[in-house]
Every structure is written in structure tokens, then in C-alpha cells.
């Protein structure tokens, strides 16, 4: 008998039978995301709760046992934010997969957390209306995810990111009690905003079981704009000239030429491989407003150097052209694996951005494919290796903190949708400083005393687990 035997017979005992998995095999299935280089453990179980009362029992174990939680839905993340801890439980939130509410007169809807970003906006616009956050990951990551991790997408540039849809939530604290905190009407400030402290926590201080999502009427079928730059820096200052010409595109995304090259490879769409850099916009405004935003994008490329530009009504070949935009990361794939870096830097600085990027690759000699959501300064740089060649593995993390280290150095922030993860973690403290770390602990001892909560993210170290947060290890 196992030292885990206890409390998983106790889990057993309170769940149904297949909820709780111990099998090796499966479990080596849910023992990490997407960030293929960030370390992960082992978990000792998956667990699958089915309602807000299964996964209030659960934490009422783990607490009592002082076993470590990871909540976890779809595992696209890409900060190792859901990657298993040893011995602990994996908490899949994904058959909690109900629409429970779309409410056109009020313009929300009420979900759990396992439904799929893609199956909620399907739903919305069955209705004439838009649940607009769209991770390029939406047609698999869970609105859960999305909360945890506040993740914007190719729409936020006018839109907004998760948090600016959220109204409330149901919440599962360590201890296993139900908090329900939020609103349904448009407006309410009754105490402090606990529903949106909850959301980008990495799972962290609790399991969201439910939440109230704020939706907008159905937009018009987009016109689409394509633009190609012989220089990553001319694409820069275009980005910045839609920006400060107060233009609000519902897409502005860039792609380098590493990144147009590989989409080409793999999907043989006849762009222009000689191009530095490639930008997609959309004005999903309609008729008229929208030929004329579309028309004003064109000539900010225009100003700033572009070497084609082109833009399109036809919705399949905006479709198509999106397309080119969305499947980035699995082109950059082929070309070895992918360490993808989330670094948003002001509107005004993304050409400098783009420029010190360059630099980084030529110093570090590795192949850097930029891919981001332009609009918002959001910037991918995904740098492509071989992990076994050991040199290339050392001079591939180099540049990765190089990136980091150039996002901050121009007042940008270490992750801009991401998240911290595990991958992140030693950066936390470099952007907020020691009163931001202390907050942040206070918090989070506040809400999960006994550190069972994803433990060994985003600030705290897993050998915190079962001890009282020792705020002075964390921010002094
Ligand atoms: C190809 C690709 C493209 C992507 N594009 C984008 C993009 O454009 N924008 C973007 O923001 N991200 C993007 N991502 C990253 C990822 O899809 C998002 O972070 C997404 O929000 C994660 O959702 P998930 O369901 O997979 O969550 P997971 O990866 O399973 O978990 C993410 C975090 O949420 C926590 N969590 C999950 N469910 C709950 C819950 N119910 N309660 C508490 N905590 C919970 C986990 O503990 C973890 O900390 C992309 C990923 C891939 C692979």
C-alpha cells in the first residue's frame, strides 16, 4: 500500500468510479501542457469531477491530506502552468463541459468551465451574438483555461482579453468551500472585485467551477487586409502608425519571414517568401465604415514602406488568409521544437522590439520565428531547436531570457496572455518587485494557507506545500 493510499481510497469512496484514475499510463497523459521544455512531474491520480459538490469534496481531501491540486483543462497552455506536480491530483475539469445559460436580453451566458472556447461562441453567435476572446487555441482550450490564464487572442486589439467579459464566478476554494461572487447586470461594485482576482490566477488560489460571461452583438463579415514589408521595422512602424492614428482594427497580426516561410512549407499557400514580414487586418465594422478602416489601414502600410498590399471582402479568402495566421505555430514545428516566448511591449516600441530580436537570434545562433498579435504589442518570438543538442538547448534559453529581459528593458511586461507557469518563474519577481511579491503572497496565504494550490507556479516553490506561506521567503 501506498503512502497516497488513504486519501485516494477516500476519493474513491466520495466520487464515482471512473472519476478517479490511477493508472500510470493515463496519468502520464495529463502530466503537462504544451510548453514542451517546461519541467513537470508525476501526479498521483486524475481526477474528474462532474459537479461543483465532486470538486468541493476533492479539495476537502486534499486539504485535510495536504495533497497538492492542479486544476487543469485542456492542457494547450504554454507556460507549464498545468503540468502535473509529484504525487499530486490532477483535477481534468473537463466533463463540468455545460452551456447552463445564454441570455440574449442581458447579453451573457453562464457555463462551466470544461466548455470548449469555440463550442460558447458557436452557441453565442447561434443567437446573434459574440463571445469575441479567441485564443488561437480556440477550437480546443476551455473557457476555464481561459479564465486561469486571462488569454487574450487575434480579436483583443479591439475587444478586449477574458477579463473584460467577466461578470462572475463560482469558485471552489482550497478548503472546498463554494464561493459565488460577481453580478449579472452590467454594472455592480458591492465590495472588492474578487471575481476578476480569480481570473489569470493559474489555478492557483482556487477552482472556478462556473462563470457569467458578458457577450456583444454578432459583427459584420470582416474585410480582410494582407500587407508585405521587405523589413520587420518597416511592419513595426505600420503597426504603430494604425495605433496612433487611433484606427481599432478587430485583427492586426504579424507575421517575420521565418514564420511566412514555414506556413508556405506546410500549407503551400504561394505567399511571398522574400518578404521580412507580413501583417493580417481585419475591420469586422461593415459596409461602408469598414471599406474606409480597411482603406486607412492600407495607407498607414503604405507610409510606412509596405511592398504590396491587398485587401479582400471575399470571406473565403480572409478565411484563407487567417488561416496562414493561425497554423504558425505548427509550421514553426517542422522546424524543430518550438520555445515559445509571450512578451507585450507599448504599441510605440514593437519596431524596436522587432529590431533587438534580430540582434538576439544573430548573437545566440538560433532560429527566432516572430509571431504575434501586433495590435496589442503582443509578440511571439518562438525560438525552433534541437533540445539534444545540448548546445543549442543552452543557447535557445539564453535567448529566450534575452527576449524577456528586451520586453521589460522597453516597458513591456514577461507575458502578455501566457501567463507565469513554471516556465516564467524566476522573472515574477523581476517585473513586480519585492511589495508586488509580498502582495501576492499575502493573497495567496490568505486564500490557500496550507499552499496546496498548483504549487511550483507562478511564484511559489512546491516545497511550500503543507507549511504556512512564509511571506518573508517570498518577498523580503
Ligand atoms: C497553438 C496554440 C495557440 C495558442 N494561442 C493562444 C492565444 O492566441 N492567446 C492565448 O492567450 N493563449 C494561447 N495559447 C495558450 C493556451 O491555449 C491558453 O493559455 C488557454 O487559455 C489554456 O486553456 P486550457 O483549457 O488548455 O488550460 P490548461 O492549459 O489546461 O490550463 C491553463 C491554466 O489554467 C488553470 N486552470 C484550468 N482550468 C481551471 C479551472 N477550472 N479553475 C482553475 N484553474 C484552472 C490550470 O491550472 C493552468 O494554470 C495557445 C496555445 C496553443 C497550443
Not at 493508472?23 to 491520480?45: E, F, K, Q, T
Not at 498579435?373 to 543549442?392: K, L, S
Request: with cysteine.
Amino acid at each position: 500500500m501506498t503512502a497516497s493510499a488513504g486519501w485516494l481510497q477516500e476519493l474513491s469512496a466520495a466520487l464515482p468510479s471512473d472519476a478517479v484514475i490511477d493508472d500510470p499510463d493515463v496519468i502520464a497523459g495529463y502530466s503537462r501542457d504544451m510548453a514542451m521544455l517546461a519541467p513537470n512531474g508525476r501526479p498521483a491520480a486524475v481526477v474528474f469531477p462532474a459537479s461543483t459538490a465532486e470538486v468541493s469534496a476533492v479539495l476537502r481531501i486534499a486539504s485535510t491530506h495536504r495533497v497538492p491540486v492542479v486544476p487543469r483543462g485542456a492542457g494547450s497552455g504554454l507556460s507549464g502552468s498545468a503540468n502535473g506536480v509529484d504525487g499530486a491530483i490532477t483535477l481534468s475539469m473537463v466533463r463540468m463541459n455545460s452551456i447552463l445559460e445564454l441570455d440574449p436580453a442581458n447579453r451573457l451566458a453562464v457555463v462551466q468551465p470544461g466548455v470548449i472556447n469555440k463550442a460558447l461562441r458557436d452557441a453565442a453567435e447561434a443567437q446573434d451574438l459574440f463571445y469575441p476572446p479567441d485564443p488561437a487555441s480556440f477550437d480546443w482550450c476551455t473557457i476555464g483555461g481561459n479564465l486561469s490564464t486571462d488569454a487574450g487572442g487575434l480579436c483583443c486589439v479591439k475587444y478586449g482579453v477574458t477579463s473584460d467579459f467577466v461578470m462572475g464566478i463560482e469558485v471552489v476554494l482550497a478548503d472546498g468551500e463554494v464561493l459565488r461572487t460577481g453580478h449579472r447586470t452590467v454594472k455592480g461594485v458591492a465590495g472588492y472585485d474578487l471575481a476578476r482576482l480569480f481570473v489569470g490566477s493559474e489555478g492557483a488560489l482556487g477552482v472556478i467551477t462556473e462563470a457569467t460571461l458578458g457577450l456583444r452583438p454578432k459583427p459584420q463579415a470582416p474585410v480582410t487586409l494582407v500587407a508585405t514589408f521587405n523589413s520587420t521595422a518597416a511592419a513595426g512602424r505600420a503597426v504603430e502608425a494604425v495605433v496612433t492614428g487611433g484606427l481599432v482594427p478587430s485583427l492586426l497580426e504579424l507575421m517575420d519571414r521565418t514564420c511566412i516561410r514555414a506556413v508556405d512549407d506546410m500549407a503551400k499557400m504561394d505567399l511571398d517568401r522574400d518578404a521580412a514580414a507580413l501583417l493580417v487586418a481585419q475591420s469586422d465594422s461593415g459596409g461602408e465604415r469598414a471599406a474606409e478602416e480597411i482603406a486607412a489601414v492600407g495607407a498607414a502600410c503604405e507610409r510606412a514602406g509596405a511592398a504590396f498590399v491587398h485587401h479582400t471582402a471575399d470571406a473565403q479568402e480572409g478565411a484563407m488568409l487567417l488561416h496562414a495566421r493561425r497554423i504558425v505555430l505548427p509550421a514553426l514545428e517542422k522546424l524543430g521544437t518550438p520555445l515559445v516566448d509571450d512578451v507585450a511591449v507599448p504599441r510605440s516600441r514593437i519596431a524596436e522590439f522587432l529590431d533587438r530580436t534580430v540582434e538576439i537570434a544573430q548573437d545566440r545562433a538560433v532560429v527566432i520565428g516572430v509571431v504575434g498579435h501586433a495590435g496589442d504589442g503582443n509578440m511571439h518570438p518562438t525560438i525552433c531547436f534541437d533540445p539534444n543538442d545540448v548546445a543549442q538547448h543552452e543557447r535557445a534559453f539564453a535567448a529566450f531570457n534575452d527576449i524577456l529581459e528586451a520586453g521589460l528593458a522597453l516597458g513591456g511586461t514577461v507575458t502578455g496572455e501566457h501567463g507565469v507557469g513554471n516556465i516564467k518563474i524566476d522573472w515574477l519577481g523581476r517585473e513586480i518587485g519585492p511589495v508586488g511579491l509580498r502582495v501576492h503572497a499575502a493573497i495567496k496565504a490568505a486564500l490557500d494557507p496550507l499552499g496546496i494550490m498548483n504549487p511550483g507556479k507562478i511564484f511559489t516553490r512546491q516545497s511550500m506545500v503543507g507549511t504556512p506561506l512564509e511571506l518573508a521567503a517570498v518577498g523580503r
